[in-house]
């Protein structure tokens, strides 16, 4: 059945929206738990981030651009057009030993790009579902993918730890390799990049795949790389670049950006010396706000990365191109990962007429600079944990618990890391002490009043909205999976692979 559903979306993509060669190619680069004040475009003249900060002021600025508190779930809006509470992937994340993924029915932005006519490639994080090879990309719309299944691997061996139940029911610790290269018809672990930095191993796939692309195809580029996640590693020349940060954590983390940056910058020097720049869209966003006890920081935003609060959910993004009518400016109207889908699809040259998609086409506001379709968004739904969290207009609601708390200034010599994580824990406790929230965004956008006792007409009405969404909740997989022994990597060749779901 969720063969026959993706066979008919893709039908009606190809009858409809033929691809051609004047389509634009399109660069989708995923930064992995960017903070808000980790990036220079943001005003914060201590990261080094040059390539970046040029792309985001020659192209469109996204002020209120919105992800998912957690990893898989926006990847999961970002491939399926979907809020992860109408997928099951609103908790937590694909752990490695948990056999569930992003629902075979829902056709990806891969597989319509490559019904218009795209040549499509992943390379970095996938984090979507590879306990059954149907998870994994090359069967979810891409030609090819080099990359990693995960999170959290190490950043030079390329290994991640993991654990099931034992024969007793104790915890057994077990650790595999994740390093793979797939183009669909031939498929093996990546076995020649131990000791190489992930960051440069995947900067030159991609510049691999820019030399090597027929000019005349439109090109779909997706890049999710594993920085700036946890482990903090970085080579030693980006960590003389921050002599000057004494905490330790802050020092590595800027670090890693400034490798990103890097990266990014020879990504476009390619595209550039191929002579595909000029009709290329490149989207920049993080996938949640950052984690503020391992060196990110979201300041001013209140809260971290697994939160709900602005600096959980409110993502550093741009877009860069010539075909954006208006340039060098920062747009302020509201956007969610869902509809990077449609706008996309839409910048490609197609349409999305899914019913189920949560996601808004946004390409005609963003190249125009016109007044966004979207009004209303939700932060998360998660009944596991007790949170709700809905956006309408400027008003924000939370129902529930909304996680670790306050505004976090950059850490530096006078905060060492365990008067951070002393911090962190305190506020979380003081935070969860209410329930109910209410915020006016456009005049308190770092969220230091609550208004749920003074405005309760107002409240009303967005708990009104947000019992609406619930009735079309769908429970989450993450407690439907428990753990599975099957996975171990000493079952496949000493790698995390799919075959045991």
């Known amino acids: 059945m969720a063969e026959w559903a993706v066979l008919a979306v893709l039908i009606a993509v190809c009858l409809s929206s033929p691809g051609s060669a004047t389509s634009p190619h399109i ?16 005003g914060n003249e201590a990261i080094k ?8 002021h020659e192209g469109v600025i996204l002020n209120r651009s919105y992800v998912q508190p957690l990893c898989s779930p926006t990847r999961s809006a970002f491939m399926g057009g979907r809020f992860p509470f109408h997928t099951g992937l609103q908790h937590g994340v694909i752990k490695p030993e948990r056999g569930f993924g992003l629902n075979l029915s829902i056709t990806t932005t891969a597989q319509h790009m490559k019904a218009l006519g795209y040549s499509t490639h992943a390379i970095g994080k996938w984090h979507l579902g590879f306990c059954n090879r149907a998870y994994t990309p090359t069967q979810r719309g891409f030609d090819t993918f080099f990359g990693y299944y995960l999170g959290a691997e190490d950043y030079y061996t390329h290994r991640r730890s993991g654990s099931v139940p034992g024969i007793e029911g104790e915890d057994v610790s077990i650790n595999g390799l994740d390093f793979h290269h797939d183009n669909g018809s031939s498929y093996s672990n990546v076995l020649t990049q131990n000791q190489t930095y992930s960051t440069y191993v995947f900067a030159e796939e991609a510049v691999r795949i820019i030399e090597n692309h027929d000019a005349s195809v439109p090109l779909y580029l997706y890049l999710p790389y594993q920085a700036v996640h946890e482990p903090l590693e970085a080579p030693q020349r980006f960590l003389d670049m921050y002599k000057n940060i004494e905490n330790k954590d802050r020092r590595i983390f800027s670090a890693m950006v400034s490798a990103l940056d890097e990266a990014i910058g020879n990504i476009t020097k390619v595209l550039q010396s191929r002579g595909l720049w000029e009709n290329t869209l490149l989207v920049f966003t993080t996938d949640n706000g950052g984690p503020v006890t391992v060196g990110a920081n979201n300041w001013p935003l209140r809260g971290s ?48 007429t899914d019913p189920d998609m949560d996601g808004m086409n946004m390409w005609p506001s963003l190249a125009n600079n016109l007044t966004s379709p979207r009004t209303t968004l939700v932060y998360n739904i998660d009944t596991s944990i007790n949170i709700a969290a809905i ?7 939370i129902n529930g618990t909304p996680g670790h708390d306050s505004w976090y200034p950059p850490a530096n010599a006078s905060m060492d890391t365990e ?9 979380f406790e003081a935070a969860n002490k209410t329930t109910k929230w209410l915020f006016n965004l456009d005049d308190d956008p770092l ?28 429970p989450d997989l993450w407690h439907q999976h428990q753990p599975d022994p099957k996975c171990n990597p000493a079952h496949f060749h000493d790698a995390w692979s799919p075959g045991w779901c």
């Open 447 to 474: 969220e230091k009043t609550n208004l749920y006792e003074t405005m309760p007409e107002q409240a009303a009405m967005m708990e009104s909205q947000l019992k609406d969404y619930m009735k079309t909740y769908v």
């Open 391 to 397: 956006r309408s207009g400027p008003w924000k609601f």
């Open 27 to 42: 660069v989708f680069i995923a930064a992995d738990d960017l903070g808000w004040n980790d990036i220079g475009f943001h």
């Open 305 to 352: 990365k697994a939160t709900v609060w602005e600096g959980g959910t409110r993502g550093s993004a741009f877009i860069h191109g010539t075909m954006l009518n208006k340039t060098g400016y920062t747009y302020n109207g509201l956007m969610h990962a869902v509809d990077w889908y449609p706008t996309i699809v839409a910048a490609g040259g197609g349409q999305v």
């Open 419 to 427: 008067e951070y994580l002393s911090l962190y824990q305190n506020d």
């Open 49 to 56: 981030t040059p390539n970046i900060d040029q792309l985001a």
